[in-house]
């Protein structure tokens, strides 16, 4: 069956511009999480959905960040006014259901460059 | 704050060789531990968890990690490592929000 996939798989962009990620779960998935990995550091989470409730927004780094999931499925991670600093891989999960002993299947990841 | 720690950054191993990465958290409720791995070019992956009970679970291609509560560690081993397990490997202590270490790389020569 189809994984998690993201688009677009490489971004480039000025900074000041505006940049929206995408991630499509796998089907019937109802958790999906957003995280970032810069060079040489972990896996930095950054927000989290569980099926129709409200998500946690706790790692999210400045209001610039933002994400919606529509319809429970597709998310979109979006970052208004890119600085050099957002340079990063960003990495979406999603799981079957939301849980600390749940499996994350991940993405391949959007590779993100602010010049 | 929950917060985890990888102690190796970089690996190099022959092949053959034993393999332990060490990994410690900090966090005083319950937690679920894992280990994740990323192979050159491919998504992150499960590799093995644990919840409860035996506090040596087995995972995928021989790996193997041990739970040790009071030292707040979830280390994880290999017996003897092949060039295939090259690779970045994290350790994932979760308690609601996920928390990852930063990385461990090894690379294996043949």
């Known amino acids: 069956g189809a994984g998690v996939s993201q688009s677009p798989s490489n971004k480039v962009t000025e900074k000041g511009k505006d940049v929206e990620l995408r991630c499509d779960p796998i089907s019937g998935h109802t958790a999906l999480y957003w995280y970032r990995q810069s060079l040489g550091q972990g896996l930095e989470f950054l927000i989290y959905?569980?099926?129709?409730?409200?998500?946690?927004k706790s790692g999210l780094p400045s209001d610039r960040f933002s994400a919606e999931r529509t319809g429970g499925s597709v998310s979109t991670l979006t970052i208004q006014r890119t600085q050099q600093e957002d340079s990063a891989v960003y990495l979406c999960?999603?799981?079957?259901?939301?849980?600390?002993?749940?499996?994350?299947?991940f993405g391949p990841g959007t590779r993100l460059t602010v010049l | 704050a929950q917060s985890v720690s990888q102690h190796n950054h970089h690996v190099i191993l022959s092949e053959a060789a034993s393999l332990e990465l060490g990994c410690n958290y900090s966090y005083g409720g319950t937690v679920n531990l894992f280990w994740y791995v990323q192979y050159p070019g491919q998504h992150l992956q499960l590799l093995l968890k644990y919840f409860s009970g035996d506090p040596l679970v087995k995972g995928i291609k021989g790996f193997e990690a041990e739970f040790i509560k009071s030292k707040f560690s979830f280390n994880l081993r290999k017996p003897s490592v092949q060039w295939s397990d090259t690779a970045e490997y994290f350790c994932?202590?979760?308690?609601?929000?996920?928390?990852f270490g930063r990385g461990t790389s090894l690379i294996v020569h043949p």
């Open positions: 959905f569980q099926g129709n409730s409200a998500p946690d």
């Open positions: 994932a202590p979760r308690s609601y929000i996920p928390t």
């Open positions: 999960a999603s799981s079957w259901v939301a849980g600390d002993y749940n499996e994350q299947f």
